[in-house]
């Protein structure tokens, strides 16, 4: 459930922004990484595979807007104390960012393999790359063993190299448990049963494992691990932030996928034709009558363009889309609400700058 966002562009007369400030500097620390990842005592026993290891993380994190990187340094540089910054913790705040992107990027070569995806990024996807096929399915494997050798790098000698080993074994498996709770629905339209397809479900099980703490909680926990003296009084309310900023930013993206040009998003929606257990199927479920019902059970889940096409017109009929941008309205006041809400004048900022980037996604 990937999608390209159009986060941190920056137009030639366009006034440098803190956020624009530090992506650049992010964007900077990763060839130093990826160096001193390749220097690795263990990885450099074999250089082929350090060779193609390096070659793997090059070609599945280009193209992207790097989010959550960037929120993880931005967190930082928002939520410590002035006081407090350093010059040493705001490049680990950008190694730990880096960390982040390169676990995401393990999840979508595996998202694309397990959907048969053709694009990410404008590019074919890495499994569909020469000599790659399965291979794909170890070079995850690498990917995330390559995260863990970074953390090891830059942290092992640190008081926070056990939490941040924490944060990152919970992110692998949330996020291992919202692609399979995914992909296990996917089985259901083979017996054309979508009883499964309920916007609970949607809510409670592949929002928040696929999303919420991935994309937004962790770039603020990665943030916390290396802050001096932090009172997580201080983040009461940040949990019911994020879930909703969870609900938008999943609603978007299947937005994107059924409505948004491939040439904007640099991905060909594919919901339809796989049977996802998306925004549309399970809000048309809720909408339609019993004829309706049974044109979805018909033609959901088809490669058939005609089907694909059938389904979109019976989202039309149904004014989903109408239905969509109100919705998203209204999340979007309730996200603003709670946002204000909170104890923390510099966490409402962060957030705003959050809301401000996701508000204009579709």
């Given at each position: 459930?990937?999608?390209?966002?159009?986060?941190?562009?920056?137009?030639?007369?366009?006034?440098?922004?803190?956020?624009?400030?530090?992506?650049?500097?992010?964007?900077?620390?990763?060839?130093?990484?990826?160096?001193?990842?390749?220097?690795?005592?263990?990885?450099?026993?074999?250089?082929?595979?350090?060779?193609?290891?390096?070659?793997?993380?090059?070609?599945?994190?280009?193209?992207?807007?790097?989010?959550?990187?960037?929120?993880?340094?931005?967190?930082?540089?928002?939520?410590?104390?002035?006081?407090?910054?350093?010059?040493?913790?705001?490049?680990?705040?950008?190694?730990?960012?880096?960390?982040?992107?390169?676990?995401?990027?393990?999840?979508?070569?595996?998202?694309?393999?397990?959907?048969?995806?053709?694009?990410?990024?404008?590019?074919?996807?890495?499994?569909?790359?020469?000599?790659?096929?399965?291979?794909?399915?170890?070079?995850?494997?690498?990917?995330?063993?390559?995260?863990?050798?970074?953390?090891?790098?830059?942290?092992?000698?640190?008081?926070?190299?056990?939490?941040?080993?924490?944060?990152?074994?919970?992110?692998?498996?949330?996020?291992?448990?919202?692609?399979?709770?995914?992909?296990?629905?996917?089985?259901?339209?083979?017996?054309?049963?979508?009883?499964?397809?309920?916007?609970?479900?949607?809510?409670?099980?592949?929002?928040?494992?696929?999303?919420?703490?991935?994309?937004?909680?962790?770039?603020?926990?990665?943030?916390?691990?290396?802050?001096?003296?932090?009172?997580?009084?201080?983040?009461?309310?940040?949990?019911?932030?994020?879930?909703?900023?969870?609900?938008?930013?999943?609603?978007?993206?299947?937005?994107?996928?059924?409505?948004?040009?491939?040439?904007?998003?640099?991905?060909?929606?594919?919901?339809?034709?796989q049977g996802k257990c998306s925004w549309f199927a399970v809000t048309a479920l809720q909408r339609c009558n019993e004829a309706q019902r049974k044109l979805f059970t018909k033609h959901y889940a088809s490669e058939n363009p005609e089907d694909v096409a059938i389904i979109k017109k019976l989202y039309g009929d149904l004014k989903l889309e109408d239905l969509f941008k109100q919705k998203e309205v209204e999340l979007y006041d309730d996200i603003i609400r709670h946002v204000h809400a909170l104890s923390s004048s510099?966490?409402?900022?962060?957030?705003?700058?959050?809301?401000?980037?996701?508000?204009?996604?579709?």
């Open positions: 459930m990937s999608v390209v966002l159009k986060f941190f562009t920056c137009p030639a007369k366009q006034k440098q922004t803190p956020e624009m400030n530090i992506e650049e500097k992010f964007r900077e620390e990763l060839p130093g990484i990826l160096d001193n990842l390749m220097a690795s005592p263990k990885l450099s026993q074999i250089p082929e595979v350090a060779t193609w290891v390096k070659k793997i993380l090059e070609y599945n994190l280009r193209g992207s807007k790097y989010f959550g990187g960037v929120m993880v340094a931005l967190a930082y540089d928002m939520l410590e104390k002035p006081e407090n910054i350093t010059e040493e913790n705001q490049k680990l705040s950008r190694v730990l960012g880096w960390c982040g992107e390169m676990a995401r990027c393990a999840f979508c070569i595996s998202d694309d393999l397990m959907d048969k995806s053709t694009t990410r990024h404008g590019n074919p996807c890495w499994y569909l790359m020469p000599n790659v096929g399965l291979g794909a399915v170890n070079d995850c494997m690498l990917v995330f063993s390559s995260v863990m050798e970074t953390i090891e790098i830059y942290f092992l000698e640190t008081p926070y190299f056990k939490d941040i080993v924490r944060l990152i074994h919970k992110t692998i498996l949330y996020c291992s448990m919202g692609q399979q709770a995914d992909f296990m629905l996917l089985s259901h339209h083979v017996n054309k049963d979508y009883s499964q397809f309920t916007m609970e479900r949607y809510e409670t099980t592949i929002v928040p494992y696929v999303c919420r703490f991935c994309t937004f909680e962790l770039p603020v926990l990665l943030a916390l691990t290396i802050m001096k003296d932090v009172d997580m009084k201080t983040y009461d309310g940040m949990h019911d932030v994020c879930d909703k900023l969870s609900k938008l930013y999943v609603m978007q993206d299947d937005y994107l996928d059924c409505y948004a040009d491939e040439a904007a998003t640099g991905k060909v929606g594919n919901d339809i034709q510099a966490l409402t900022e962060y957030f705003l700058i959050i809301i401000d980037k996701i508000s204009k996604k579709s």
